[in-house]
């Protein structure tokens, strides 16, 4: 599958005005489909409860989006943007930051468990390979694994890398630590601290302190 | 929910030979169901088709059983057994071979995708309180932690810890790593080597060089 449809406006080539407006809606959906997804889950989320919340029919809303799927594909791509908003460093040449990224985008996670339970539900279903979620996951860790081996190979070439440790294999590993933290503390938040331990794991592969964050 | 349910035989109080019976007969469905779970998943799998296989009719099958959810729990805590033989030191006192378990464990896993799919989606799924595996699941990882500490602890009490490493945290963040990885060698088998990955965490956390496993 596709996982980003694009919308109706453009295909149909109406005027830049209807565009807008088709595009503002759209997101609107998004909106209302990652609250309603987050609370009750892609399975129990109903469209008739996001299509009310913007105030549509639920022939309205799969006017912009074919299906729940689909939507559900959209929603993750539109929750890309924020994450990838962490890994963005804050200066150029600051692979550090690339790091304090990670754990701050931990820390946001900590601060938001359904959206956490959604993403792990359906990265997991999606490693099927005839679900239709599952080419969307394939390029995200594709993509994530891409952007964290830069950080690491940024912070090699200027020497923070502990001797020995190849950067895409730190990626894996903390890409993998990340997530199956995340089952561990959805079961019992006050047996696991996710910060804590990415950050331990984080200083075990480089030559700085890798500083706390809130 | 309890994940165990006693076998009909111990509730209604009948001889030794109709429990042994019942007992044979409750192993032989557990392994049916193993095998059309792991095949199909949890939610395609059917009943039938596991009564099927053991020569039973649904109904039969639901008085070892009263539904699908209690199946599910029980296969999960049959499979732990196996996975406890994984972490059965070879000898008193040899702490190493602990993680060489863990490391077999992976390798092994490496050859049941379909189990390893189950597993990852079962887990997320059931960090749902709501959902039937839930308290199986905090229970599991209750153990599961308590079992990876005692082995760190035992390779501190040996002097095999890198010093600052705390077993608890090792335990964790070795749980999670193993977990996590899970996800994305699903998604891709090529891009992820499991057991190697694993290898190198572990050989950050102690002072002595960590033994490949086939």
Chains 1, 2 share one sequence.
Not at 111 to 134: F, M
Not at 139 to 148: A, D, F, L, M
Not at 170 to 197: H, K, P, Y
Request: one cysteine or more; charged letters at 25%.
């Amino acid at each position: 599958m596709t996982a980003v449809h694009p919308p109706s406006g453009r295909r149909t080539g109406r005027k830049r005005g209807s565009y807008a407006k088709t595009e503002q809606k759209r997101r609107l959906i998004l909106e209302a489909a990652f609250e309603v997804f987050s609370q009750d889950g892609y399975r129990s989320g109903s469209l008739r409860d996001i299509a009310d919340r913007v105030q549509m029919s639920e022939a309205g809303l799969l006017h912009h989006f074919p299906n729940k799927s689909a939507l559900l594909a959209a929603v993750l791509e539109h929750r890309d943007q924020r994450t990838a908003d962490f890994f963005e460093p804050e200066g150029p040449g600051d692979a550090r930051t690339g790091l304090i990224g990670i754990l701050r985008l931990t820390a946001y996670n900590s601060s938001v468990p359904g959206i956490v339970e959604l993403y792990c539900t359906l990265s997991a279903e999606a490693t099927a390979p005839a679900h239709p979620a599952h080419d969307y996951f394939v390029r995200r860790y594709e993509w994530i694994r891409g952007t964290v081996t830069s950080i690491f190979e940024a912070l090699r070439d200027q020497g923070d890398l502990v001797a020995g440790v190849e950067p895409a294999s730190a990626a894996r590993s903390t890409i993998g630590l990340f997530d199956g933290l995340q089952v561990q503390w959805l079961l019992d938040r006050e047996a696991v601290d996710m910060v804590g331990e990415l950050r331990a794991h984080l200083s075990r592969l480089v030559n700085f302190e890798v500083p706390a964050v809130e």
